[in-house]
């Protein structure tokens, strides 16, 4: 069975931090990019950020370049999220997700989904 597995989430005061864990299972993960993707009740899908499977490269959104890290561990088949500096509009249902093609060719690159962890943040 492929299973993405989010957790991490969680409430948090504006300025802080929280870190999202990816663990897979299932897969092949070294193999596969794998990015971090966040939805607002009402709001489309936005993709947040992502890390190869090949070199280890990094891509973010812009809003979020400078506050969010993504880094991997192949040997735990997982895939981290630190997030800092925290803020009301960062509030969203974060989900990862897996590509077997790379980072940066769209989310119908993305063939596995996790469901999700829940991040709200207070003002």
């Known amino acids: 069975e492929v299973q993405l597995v989010e957790s991490g989430g969680g409430l948090v005061q504006a300025g802080g931090s929280l870190r999202l864990s990816c663990i897979a299972s299932g897969f092949t993960f070294d193999a596969y990019a794998i990015s971090w993707f966040r939805q607002a009740p009402g709001k489309e899908r936005d993709w947040v950020s992502c890390i190869s499977s090949s070199d280890g490269s990094t891509y973010y959104e812009d809003s979020m370049k400078g506050r969010f890290t993504i880094s991997r561990d192949n040997a735990k088949n997982t895939v981290y999220l630190q997030m800092n500096s925290l803020k009301p509009e960062d509030t969203a249902v974060y989900s990862c997700?897996?590509?077997?093609?790379?980072?940066?060719?769209?989310?119908?690159?993305?063939?596995?989904w996790g469901q999700g962890t829940q991040v709200t943040v207070s003002s």
């Open positions: 997700a897996a590509s077997p093609v790379g980072c940066n060719y769209g989310e119908l690159a993305y063939d596995y």
